[in-house]
């Protein structure tokens, strides 16, 4: 089976920084795309961030300019650098993973159990 297991959820203040990271292990034969998701209380489970195979990246409006998502193909992770952080920044954040683990190739989609991210003075 897969496992995602995220890390470095924390409280902070606003203005300041968090890097999120999740590595991907078990039977993996190919990981695709990969993305960062929030939910916070009450609300839907929204798009943070996502980076194909090859790199390319898509953010949501809200965090342009101030998350920065990036892969390391060789260990199966995925990170998110979060900057100027903001209070409605406060959720907890999934790690998603686009995976493949047998022939013929077929992907599902995995999720991490979440990290919090309290951002709060």
């Known amino acids: 089976q897969v496992q995602l297991v995220e890390s470095g959820g924390d409280l902070v203040q606003p203005g300041e920084s968090l890097r999120l990271s999740c590595a991907a292990s078990g039977r993996i034969l190919s990981v695709s795309q990969l993305g960062w998701y929030r939910q916070a209380p009450g609300k839907e489970r929204e798009l943070v961030a996502i980076?194909?195979?090859?790199?390319?990246?898509n953010y949501a409006t809200f965090v342009t300019g101030r998350f920065t998502i990036s892969r390391d193909n060789a260990k199966k992770t995925v990170s998110l650098q979060m900057n100027s952080l903001k209070p409605e920044d406060t959720a907890v954040y999934y790690c998603?993973?686009?995976?493949?683990?047998?022939?013929?190739?077929?992907?599902?989609?995995?999720w991490g159990q979440g990290t919090q991210v309290t951002v709060s003075s």
């Open positions: 998603n993973a686009v995976i493949a683990t047998s022939t013929p190739v077929e992907y599902a989609n995995y």
């Open positions: 980076i194909t195979s090859g790199g390319v990246t």
